[in-house]
Every structure is written in structure tokens, then in C-alpha cells.
């Protein structure tokens, strides 16, 4: 089968550092891909690793291990903005993507 | 640049009633087209994905069903709608699969 597994619910104050990791196990792989939601709102992509390292976008990076099946999401210098749901998907046969259940962030002043 | 559109944005339906949600795409050329659900606090759950006109992939059985007329074009429909149908619609387009786009959504409530 395929699953992906991630926190429920992760809690960090404004300006700190919070990682969200994500372990997956999947039949095929292509890629790990990271999506921010915000209540009522759609996702949006974030960033996407098809080799193994960090990828630095901004303030947000992502890391992948394929040998690991694991990945993470890192965000630095947090804001109140920051405050969503954030989705790890695998895409696991071409072109589609498997979803986490998502990591409810919320940043406290 | 390329932009996806939904609509209608809210929609509250009776048990039995039919279904038509619409997604365009504008900006891009045979891109490859979802359609997921996702209910109230829960992660995104891939219905339907198209590579091309015609071309439909199925991914749960249900009473939904799903149409490609066009390039940029992809619709959901439903004959009869349950109460279980009820959720957050969202249409996304795709170049690679590992990177897709959103819609704004549809919230549909099944009465």
C-alpha cells in the first residue's frame, strides 16, 4: 500500500525555527512535494524534491532522503502569516500525487 | 501566466439533485488536470486526473464522474448526489505531476 505520515499538529512562537517532517512508503517514486493551506483557502505549492538534499526557497526549505523514504520541511523566522496546514504528497506513479493528512501550524506571538 | 478557475465557488445541493462543477485553465497547452476532494479538516483525495482530451483516469469508484471536452477545459458531474458527497472540490492543473496548481474550490453541502 501507500501511506505517508506527518504530525497532526505542530505549535512554535514567532522568529523560530519549526521543522515538519513527513516518512512515506510508496510503490513507486518520483518526487516529494510540499503544499501550505490556509483555512478555507486552497493549497498552494511550496517545493518539490526529486534527489536527496535541501532545496532553499526563501525563508522555506524542503529535504528529502530517498534511501530514508523521509523528508522535512523547514521553516525559519516564523510569522503569524504562517499559521496553516502544511501537506507532504508524494508523487508516486507519473504524474499524480498522494496526499498527507496535513500539519496544522500554529505560530504564537 | 498561467491561471485555473472554478465556479461556482459555494454550492448547496439536495440529496438526489445533480452535479456540475466546471474548471478551466488559462495560459498553458495540454496540461494534465485533477479533481480531488477534501473533507472538513482532512487531507486531499484524488478523484479523477486527465493527460489529455477524452482521457479520464478514475481513481475511487463513486457516483461521481468526470469529462474532458476540451484542452483546458475539465468538469465533475454528478446524476445524484449523496449527503457523503458533501466536501471542498479542488481542480489543479500540472506540466509535472509533482508540482500542481490549485483552484479557488468549490465547497459543495449536500442537504
Known amino acids: 500500500g501507500q501511506s505517508l505520515e506527518q504530525p497532526s499538529e505542530v505549535t512554535a512562537v514567532e522568529g523560530a525555527i519549526v521543522q515538519i517532517n513527513c516518512t512515506y512508503q510508496t510503490s513507486g517514486f518520483y518526487g516529494l512535494s510540499w503544499y501550505q493551506q490556509h483555512d478555507g483557502g486552497a493549497p498552494t505549492f511550496l517545493s518539490y524534491?526529486?534527489?536527496?538534499g535541501l532545496e532553499e526557497t526563501g525563508r522555506f526549505s524542503s529535504f528529502l532522503s530517498r534511501s530514508d523514504s523521509y523528508g522535512y520541511l523547514l521553516l525559519q523566522e516564523l510569522q503569524m502569516k504562517d499559521s496553516a496546514s502544511y501537506f507532504c504528497a508524494v508523487e508516486g506513479a507519473t504524474n499524480k500525487l498522494i496526499f498527507g493528512t496535513g500539519t496544522l501550524l500554529a505560530v504564537q506571538p | 501566466s498561467q491561471t485555473i478557475h472554478q465556479w461556482p465557488a459555494t454550492l448547496v445541493q439536495p440529496v438526489g439533485s445533480p452535479l456540475s462543477l466546471e474548471c478551466t485553465v488559462e495560459?498553458?497547452?495540454?496540461?494534465?488536470l485533477y479533481w480531488y476532494r477534501q473533507a472538513a479538516g482532512r487531507g486531499l483525495q484524488l478523484l479523477f486526473y486527465s493527460v489529455g482530451i477524452g482521457q479520464i483516469s478514475s481513481e475511487v469508484p463513486q457516483n461521481l464522474s468526470a469529462s474532458r471536452p476540451q484542452d483546458r477545459q475539465f468538469i465533475l458531474s454528478s446524476k445524484k448526489l449523496l449527503l457523503s458527497d458533501s466536501g471542498f472540490y479542488l481542480c489543479?492543473?500540472?506540466?509535472?505531476?509533482?508540482?500542481?496548481?490549485f483552484g479557488p474550490g468549490t465547497r459543495l453541502t449536500v442537504l
Open positions: 495560459g498553458t497547452s495540454n496540461p494534465n
Open positions: 489543479a492543473w500540472s506540466v509535472q505531476g509533482g508540482t500542481q496548481y
Open positions: 524534491n526529486a534527489l536527496d
